[in-house]
């Protein structure tokens, strides 16, 4: 239960940043599509994108960053291994949701949080141990 409640706190989070700072999210909650969306944006040049572009941009980047917090703080979490000190950043894994979203739209009705943590999961699964 306290893996779920941290969760649900740290993904809460950062949506409570973009809900402050964006104003089209009218519906109160950071949708699956609007992750796609934002997360699309890390593969272009930013000095061509409008203020709002960059600004949605930073909102994946800030919402992957958030997800991932929270995953770090809870009790008991599954298998998600993304290298330690191998320089990933979050630009790289903005661009490995972007593609998870791109190619299974039928997840976008699941929540941001769920979404980054299925792509998140099928990128860096953690390699099973072998004993004996």
């Known amino acids: 239960m306290n893996r779920v409640m941290t969760l ?5 989070c950062p949506l409570a940043f973009a809900q402050a700072q ?16 934002y997360c699309r944006l890390v593969s272009q040049d930013i000095s061509k994108m ?6 949605h941009m930073n909102n994946c980047l800030y919402f992957i960053e958030g997800v991932i917090d929270g995953y770090n703080l809870a009790d008991g979490k599954p298998d998600l291994c993304i290298p330690d000190g191998s320089g990933v950043t979050f630009g790289q894994l903005a661009l490995v ?6 190619d299974h739209p039928e997840q976008l009705h699941l929540g941001s949080g769920a979404l980054v943590l299925n792509a998140l999961y099928r990128a860096f699964p ?6 004996g």
């Open 126 to 131: 953690c390699k099973a141990s072998h004993t």
């Open 8 to 12: 649900v706190f740290v993904a809460l």
């Open 22 to 37: 964006s104003k089209d999210l009218d519906s109160g909650r950071f949708t699956g599509s609007q992750l796609r969306d």
């Open 50 to 55: 409008s203020r709002e572009d960059a600004h």
């Open 97 to 102: 949701v972007s593609k998870y979203v791109e």
